[in-house]
């Protein structure tokens, strides 16, 4: 059976943008232009929730120029595609944490969460400003109960189901800081093309991929 939850790690904008001699940011334009691609697939490939990560807590560290860039492509992305991503039922919900957010990108995101709530074609979550050590000690001042499930309720999104599958793109073998409590059983796929590279056909390889393998759970 195919994957109904699937996360991304969108890796390597930056360096196909170096290998191409472009400004950093064009990478990364490049890299949305994908995730929309990707996402418009995932809807008719059966997927039910897509996840990527878009901005960790720890890329506040990269050169200002960068990060500033950043700030404003999402901000004209959300203004942009938020009336055609409700065109065609997709609810969008950002994960992560808000303080340290300028105001005016957090009004956006808040915007375009109520402009979509009622869609149910497919579940966009967008990690932003996101870690998994932090999204845990986040759920863990704010949990005061005995159970998993209890403390699932304290995560950013609790309605969010644990991913089935979690690819990276670039070639990087490891799940950097992302849903950590979500991932504690999904399936790793590792795929070598940079994000912006990352076609429909790749996408279905790596979902092939998922579908060749048992999933035990811890049993035999």
Known sequence: MPPQYVAIITDGNGRWAE????????GHRAGADVVKERL????????????????????WSRPPDEVQGLMAMFAERIDRETPELKEEGVRMRFIGRREGVSPDLVERMEWAERETAHNDRITFFVAFNYGGRAEII?????????SEEEFRRCLYA??????DLL???SGEL???NYLLWQCAYSELVFRPELWPDFTREAFEEA????DRRQRRFGSR
């Not at 290998?19 to 064009?26: A, Y």
């Not at 609790?158 to 991913?163: I, L, Q, S, T």
């Not at 979902?207 to 998922?210: G, M, R, V």
Request: charged fraction near 30%; hydrophobic fraction near 35%; charge should be negative.
């Open 19 to 26: 290998r191409r001699g472009l400004p950093t940011i064009e």
């Open 174 to 176: 490891r799940i950097s």
């Open 40 to 59: 418009k697939d995932a809807v008719d490939l059966g997927i039910r929730e897509l996840t990527v990560f878009s901005f960790s807590t720890e890329n």
């Open 138 to 146: 986040d759920a863990a001042r704010r949990f005061n109960g005995t």
């Open 167 to 169: 690819i990276r793109t």
């Open 158 to 163: 609790p309605e969010m189901h644990d991913p």
């Open 207 to 210: 979902l092939a991929e998922y």
